[in-house]
C-alpha cells in the first residue's frame, strides 16, 4: 500500500534496525524526559520518533520498527495518511478554530451527518463532538442521566473507560488508573463480564450465566428503574481483548429496552473498522442507543464523537453540552479524511484480512506453548492471553519479557489485561502484508526463547 505523501517521499516499508533499541539518541532525549515530565506519564517503548507511516515507526537514530500499536488503535488509517495529510495542511491554511459554539464551520456537521449515517441502526440521530474518548463516556452519562432523571451507571469487570473522574470510576481496574485518586464518583455498579477463557463453568455456560448475573446485579442491588446507563464496550480494551461470549451483549441490550435504560456502547478503541466491522456492535447486530467514539476516528489528531437516538440527545437544553476545542476543524477535516481512506481503501475488509492471518499463526503457537492460554479477537485486534503453563494463572512476567524481546528486536507491541498478562496486536490497516508477517515471525521467535 502507498504511503507517500504530499510532505514527502514514502516511508521505506522495512523493518531497520541500526543500533541498540533504544539507541544513543533516544537515551539522551529519554534521560530529559525523566527530568521534565513525572513518572506518572509512563512509557511503553523510550524510542523517540521522528517520522511514522504504513505500518512503521522511524526512530531519532534511524531504526525503523513494526508497528504493532497504532498509538493504540488511532492510526487505523497509518500516520500521516495521504488524505488526512492534505486535508489537513488546507485547513491550517484556512483558519485553525472559531469554537464552533461561538460560530460554526461546515466540516463539523459533515462529520456529525456522516456518523448519523454509519453507525449502527438507522433511527434518527444526532452527534456531537469532542475531544477525547473519556469526555466522550462522561458526555454519554451526562444525557442519559439526564433524559432519564435517573443517576445510575452499570459498567462491567475488565472495563476501560478513561482518566477523568467519572470514567477512572467507570473502569475496572485500580492499578495504575484509579489508585490514590480516590473518592470516586458515586452511583457507579460493576457487574460481571462474560468473559469465555476465564468463565468458571465454561465457555459453553458463560454468555447466559453472566448475562444472569448482571442482570440480577441490576435487579437487586440497584433496581432498574434507577439505571439511567449501561456503559460497556463491545470488546474489552485495555482489559485485555476480551470478546464478551455471544448472546451476551444482545441479552444486556434486551434488559436495557425493557427497563429504560440508555445502552452505551463505548467503540472508543473497537470503532472505524478495526474489527473488521466499521463498529464492533455490528458483530450482533447491537443497535445502541448512545456509541462514543474516538481513538481511530481522525488519524491522530484529537478528536471523539457521541452519537445517539434524536430523541435522547435533543433533550438536553442549549449550552449544556460542549467544549473550547470540541470539534476543532482540522481534526474533523482528519476524519473526513479518515471516512473516505476507509471506504475508499477497502479498510474493513483489510482488517478482516489482517485478522485472518494472525489468528491462524497465533493458534498454531498456542498448540506449541502451553503458556499461551487463549489466542481470541476481532479484525486487527488481537491479544494472546498468557498463563502458567496448564493452569489459568496470569503469567504478567513472561508477558512482560515477551513484549520487551519484541521491542528489542524492532517490534512494538502493547500489553493489556487487568492482571497485565494479555500482549495486544494493534496494527494501521494499512500495514503491508510483508511486515505483518515479519512481525509475527518476530512475536514467534520471542515466544520459543522465553
Ligand atoms: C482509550 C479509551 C477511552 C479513553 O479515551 P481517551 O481519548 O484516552 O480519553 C475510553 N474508552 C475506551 C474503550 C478506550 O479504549
Request: glycine letters at 12%.
Amino acid at each position: 500500500m502507498s504511503t507517500s505523501t504530499q510532505g514527502g517521499p514514502a516511508l521505506p516499508q522495512e523493518r531497520r534496525v541500526v543500533t541498540e533499541i533504544p539507541g544513543p539518541k533516544s537515551r539522551e532525549m529519554f534521560a530529559r524526559k525523566q527530568s521534565a515530565v513525572p513518572q506518572g506519564i509512563g512509557t511503553t517503548l523510550p524510542v523517540f520518533v521522528t517520522r511514522a507511516g504504513g505500518g512503521v515507526l522511524v526512530d531519532a537514530d534511524g531504526n525503523s520498527l513494526i508497528d504493532f500499536g497504532s498509538g493504540i488503535a488511532v492510526t487505523s488509517v497509518g500516520n500521516a495518511a495521504p488524505r488526512v495529510v492534505e486535508r489537513v495542511r488546507r485547513q491550517v491554511g484556512e483558519f485553525t478554530h472559531t469554537c464552533f459554539m461561538v460560530t460554526p464551520y461546515e466540516s463539523y456537521v459533515e462529520v456529525c451527518e456522516r456518523l448519523n449515517q454509519i453507525t449502527p441502526g438507522d433511527h434518527t440521530k444526532r452527534t456531537f463532538l469532542v475531544s477525547t474518548g473519556a469526555e466522550a463516556v462522561e458526555n454519554a452519562v451526562k444525557v442519559a442521566r439526564l433524559a432519564t432523571g435517573r443517576q445510575g451507571v452499570v459498567v462491567f469487570d475488565h472495563g476501560y473507560h478513561g482518566r477523568t473522574l467519572l470514567t477512572m470510576s467507570l473502569t475496572a481496574k485500580n492499578m495504575p488508573y484509579k489508585q490514590g485518586f480516590g473518592p470516586f464518583a458515586p452511583e457507579v455498579y460493576r457487574a460481571p463480564l462474560a468473559y469465555p477463557f476465564r468463565w468458571p463453568t465454561g465457555r459453553e455456560n458463560c454468555a447466559e450465566e453472566a448475562a444472569a448475573q448482571a442482570i440480577e446485579l441490576i435487579d437487586k442491588q440497584v433496581g432498574a428503574g434507577n439505571v439511567a446507563a449501561v456503559v460497556i464496550e463491545p470488546i474489552a480494551g485495555e482489559g485485555g481483548f476480551v470478546e464478551p461470549a455471544r448472546g451476551f451483549l444482545p441479552r444486556i441490550l434486551e434488559y436495557c429496552r425493557a427497563n429504560g435504560i440508555v445502552f452505551v456502547a463505548d467503540e472508543v478503541q473497537t470503532g472505524f473498522a478495526r474489527t473488521g466491522d466499521l463498529f464492533a456492535c455490528e458483530d450482533e447486530g447491537i443497535v445502541p442507543d448512545i456509541i462514543c467514539t474516538a481513538k481511530g476516528i481522525a488519524g491522530g489528531l484529537p478528536l471523539a464523537a457521541v452519537t445517539g437516538r434524536a430523541e435522547l440527545l435533543d433533550k438536553v437544553h442549549a449550552g449544556g453540552l460542549g467544549g473550547t476545542y470540541a470539534g476543532n476543524p482540522l481534526a474533523c477535516e482528519a476524519a473526513l479524511a479518515v471516512l473516505e481512506t476507509i471506504e475508499e481503501d477497502g479498510l474493513v475488509e483489510r482488517a478482516r484480512h489482517i485478522g485472518s492471518v494472525m489468528l491462524p499463526r497465533l493458534r498454531r503457537l498456542a498448540e506449541q506453548f502451553g503458556f499461551i492460554g487463549d489466542v481470541r479477537g476481532r479484525g486487527a485486534m488481537i491479544a494472546i492471553e498468557l498463563v502458567r503453563p496448564g493452569t489459568k494463572e496470569p503469567d504478567p512476567a513472561v508477558t512482560a519479557e515477551i513484549a520487551k524481546r519484541c521491542h528489542a528486536a524492532g517490534l512494538l507491541v502493547l500489553t493489556a489485561g487487568t492482571s497485565g498478562n494479555v500482549l495486544r496486536f494493534l496494527p494501521p490497516l494499512v500495514m503491508p502484508d510483508h511486515l505483518l508477517e515479519e512481525g509475527l515471525t518476530i512475536l514467534e521467535k520471542a515466544i520459543s526463547e522465553v
